[in-house]
């Protein structure tokens, strides 16, 4: 049973939000960001309610509190990246260990970034620029004129080209 994003959800990602939101000030994220990262996690995991086993409410509970818990052991054990923090909030350990020591790691990853982002907009490559000099989205936003909600429209779809050019392999 697919299920939108029920008023339940949004408070219950919405109060996770503010709870943590102080925790991740040093890395650039504030708690617009961090609803955006949550409510990524819950539509990706969506798939896997099962209305036999538990409640909407239940699912929707344990899946932020299992990403709450992700991000918070993530926040305090990964290293600060250029950019902002790279969460990758449904992948096991074993899963986010970078693999770049094979030779043509670098070479790969430069050849399908080049195919990814000559595929984007101007208005979508002038967002990553801005975001790779302001990580923090709101004041990416401000910089270009935008409105807060766009540029997370326009974020979407890059992380949507980035997943279908098979670059999340790379983090």
Not at 29 to 39: A, F, G, K, P, T
Not at 42 to 60: C, G, M, P, Q
Not at 88 to 102: A, F, G, L, Q, W
């Amino acid at each position: 049973m697919e299920h939108t994003l029920d008023t339940f959800a949004r408070r219950t990602i919405r109060d996770k939000a503010c709870q943590i939101a102080n925790r991740f000030r040093h890395t650039g994220l504030d708690r617009d960001d961090l609803e955006s990262l949550l409510i990524a996690d819950l539509l990706r995991r969506r798939s896997r309610f099962d209305e036999i086993r538990s409640k909407w409410t239940t699912f929707v509970q344990m899946v932020v509190n299992h990403a709450v818990a992700d991000l918070i052991a993530l926040g305090d054990n990964q290293p600060k990246l250029r950019g902002g923090p790279h969460w990758e909030i449904n992948k096991t350990p074993d899963e986010r260990t970078v693999r770049h020591d094979s030779p043509t790691w670098h070479t790969d990853l430069a050849n399908d970034l080049r195919d990814v982002l000559s595929e984007l907009s101007d208005e979508e490559r002038d967002l990553c620029h801005q975001l790779s000099q302001e990580p923090n989205i709101s004041e990416a936003a401000r910089q270009l004129a935008i409105s807060r909600g766009t540029a997370y429209s326009r974020i979407n779809a890059i992380r949507k080209r980035f997943e279908k050019g098979d670059l999340d392999k790379y983090f």
